[in-house]
């Protein structure tokens, strides 16, 4: 008799995503006619600019072949006049399109780093980058922020307790994702010391880019002075156009060896979506309007959402100055089982439409690698129109009040 075949110990380490494995349960509700709020992910509900839309619309060609495996150079040109607004100076030899942001963090791990090589990461954290870490045998070390301290980051003698001979790099996601927080040009500095101290990696995911509420300038990891070689930023045109689905994303870096290496992975993968490439080009130039539009949207969505958080007994969550994103302390033990049980359990009968309605929330012990840490926090997306979130804070409130009474 054959033997058990086992699954990979690569694969059992592989984490569930914090945001999608409530799914089955959201479903579930659906399935019994509940209308769901979700808050849970950062899929944003505006339009797609019009004009990238109409490229599907015209699409004149007898053939969808294969594209350049670092992207068509007309959009790597484009992302270059994109870059300038920011003051980051490219050439588009240095942009090599990729998959989505996703594909970006993955070939830059595992084109620099080899098995066991270790990665500092301010926690909480995107929670991807641990599975893009196991994919390439890479190891994560968390340095924390606390919601106390509104996720600032901690003193540089945080950081240099972890740096040992395996450091190859740090990864910064700014603005951040899960908790909207923006660095600041000291804590920039602080990083650049660092990784010119120790000759790291500086891994610099800056998607939300588009999304910071604040007067200060918009400081890119492009922009630190001798790192130059240093620097890997991960890109994307997802949440910038909400177009999530065409899965566009751009590794960029001045270091020719890192993109000679980073072309081999993309080489294996052929190339990125034809169709994709086609719409974000469409978007990086006459959109100028749009963008403006969606920025003012945002910000009246983050106040909504914030100030009616913090109306609720016992919730708490700082401002975030970036992103769509905010991680809040709810009055509960476990979130993650309150999350679960307000899909699973909880049902909120809507006055006006008699509807029953629940809430969809990220448990954000998901986006910490420390054991123990988020316990009593979700990550929450306003990423719904200002109507929906209202009604969404009612559901939550309302939700916690009869979660407490039972438990």
Not at 107 to 112: L, N, V
Not at 171 to 179: A, D, G, K, S
Not at 210 to 235: C, K, R, W
Not at 361 to 388: H, I
Request: net charge neutral.
């Amino acid at each position: 008799m054959n033997a058990e075949l086992k699954i990979s110990q690569r694969g059992l380490l592989m984490p569930e995503s914090p945001i999608r494995k409530l799914a089955p349960l959201a479903y579930a509700a659906e399935d019994e006619g509940v209308k769901i709020y979700r808050l849970n992910i950062g899929q944003p509900d505006l339009p797609t600019p019009q004009k990238a839309l109409d490229i599907l619309k015209d699409v004149d060609r007898t053939t969808l072949e294969y594209s350049p495996s670092q992207g068509y150079r007309s959009l790597r040109q484009a992302l270059v006049g994109y870059y300038e607004r920011y003051q980051i100076k490219l050439n588009a030899n240095e942009i090599i399109i990729t998959s989505g942001g996703s594909e970006a963090v993955l070939f830059a791990f595992m084109s620099c780093l080899n098995p066991g090589d270790e990665i500092i990461v301010p926690e909480p954290a995107y929670a991807n980058y641990m599975s893009f870490a196991i994919s390439a045998g890479a190891v994560i070390r968390t340095v924390t922020t606390t919601i106390e301290e509104g996720f600032c980051l901690p003193k540089v003698e945080k950081f240099k307790e972890l740096i040992n001979e395996r450091t190859k790099a740090i990864l910064i996601c700014n603005p951040n994702n899960p908790t909207g927080y923006l660095y600041t040009q000291k804590e920039m500095n602080q990083i650049r010391d660092l990784v010119k101290k120790y000759n790291l990696y500086l891994f610099s995911d800056e998607v939300y880019r588009e999304f910071i509420y604040t007067g200060s300038p918009y400081i890119s990891a492009m922009h630190l002075e001798g790192i130059e070689q240093n620097v890997v930023l991960i890109d994307s045109v997802s949440k910038r156009y909400s177009e999530c689905g065409i899965r566009i994303g751009a590794l960029i870096t001045k270091n020719e060896a890192i993109r000679k290496t980073v072309m081999k992975f993309c080489q294996a993968r052929l190339s990125p979506p034809l169709l994709g490439q086609l719409v974000a080009e469409a978007s990086i130039e006459g959109t100028e309007a749009y963008s403006r539009d969606v920025y003012e949207e945002y910000l009246e969505r983050r106040k909504c959402l914030i100030d009616g958080v913090n109306r609720i007994p016992g919730c708490f969550t700082p401002i975030p100055m970036g992103a769509f994103y905010t991680v809040a302390k709810l009055p509960v033990e476990d979130a993650e089982e309150f999350c679960s049980w307000c899909l699973s359990d909880f049902r909120y009968k809507n006055d006006t439409t008699g509807k029953l309605e629940t809430i969809m929330m990220a448990p954000a012990a998901g986006f910490y690698s420390t054991p123990e840490l988020g316990k009593n926090q979700v990550r929450l997306a306003y990423v719904l129109n200002k109507e929906d979130l209202k009604h969404a804070l009612i559901i939550l409130k309302n939700a916690l009040e009869a979660y407490n009474k039972t438990y």
